[in-house]
């Protein structure tokens, strides 16, 4: 089956760095990627549509120049988390369409703990 | 906009019950309705996906029903276990992009 790697499982990082999530179709190809963020006991909530050959799309609320996206290959986003804050601590995850396809199961990877101190 | 609510926000029982999990969208513009599983710290499952034009899907002891007219669909788990306890998320998709919208999920615990 459809497989969604997410590196690393987990980071700590201190305020004022930037911190890179890697996003990557183990045995598929994804011109669409999503990014997700999670708080605890709350829903996830999509940030940015990443599109392989262009410019993300980022939802309302979310900035662009904070949440840097990547997708330069049609295996690979990176969500890049610039000038790290405490409130950026969460859980991010990623996420594809096993088939390249819309109407398909969406498979996601196991997700990012970031902890900004 | 379209908003998911999933009821009940938690639910306890002892293996062996049957139970069911239900979800609720206020837009019924969708493409398809899914059930993932989140175990604590994970990412998610896809469980199930039912089409806009199905009515259920099944999938060993899950069964899936989707009323898109009224915005609810229902999970039912057969004789749960133990290893079924986790968050289970309903998502709806739909937009010019297909994107996902999330419940909050319900938090399962079997009982052995």
């Known amino acids: 089956g459809a497989v969604v790697s997410q590196h690393p499982s987990w980071v700590i990082c201190k305020s004022g760095t930037s911190v890179k999530i890697e996003c990557r179709s183990l045995?598929?190809?994804?011109?669409?990627m999503f990014w997700y963020r999670q708080f605890p006991k709350q829903s996830l909530m999509l940030m940015a549509t990443s599109n392989e050959g262009s410019k993300a799309t980022y939802e309302q609320g979310v900035e662009k120049d904070k949440f840097l996206i990547n997708h330069a290959s049609l295996t690979l986003s990176t969500l890049t988390v610039t000038s790290a804050h405490p409130e950026d601590s969460s859980f991010y995850i990623c996420?594809?369409?096993?088939?390249?396809?819309?109407?398909?199961?969406?498979?996601f990877g196991n997700g990012t703990r970031l902890t900004v101190t | 906009k379209q908003e998911v609510t999933q009821i009940p926000a938690a639910l306890s029982v002892p293996e062996g019950e049957n139970l069911v999990l239900n979800c609720s969208f206020t837009?019924?513009?969708?493409?398809?309705l899914q059930w993932f599983r989140q175990d604590p710290g994970k990412g998610l499952t896809s469980l199930l996906l039912?089409?806009?034009?199905?009515r259920e899907q099944t999938s060993g002891r899950l069964n899936a029903s989707l009323d898109k007219s009224s915005g609810r669909s229902t999970l039912y788990i057969a004789a749960s276990q133990p290893g079924d306890s986790a968050t289970y998320l309903c998502?709806?998709?739909?937009?010019?992009?297909?994107?996902?919208?999330f419940g909050k999920g319900t938090l399962l615990t079997v009982n052995p």
């Open positions: 996420s594809a369409f096993g088939q390249d396809s819309y109407n398909s199961p969406l498979h």
């Open positions: 837009d019924s513009a969708i493409y398809n």
């Open positions: 998502a709806v998709s739909g937009g010019s992009n297909y994107k996902l919208t």
């Open positions: 039912i089409q806009s034009s199905q």
């Open positions: 045995d598929f190809q994804a011109t669409t």
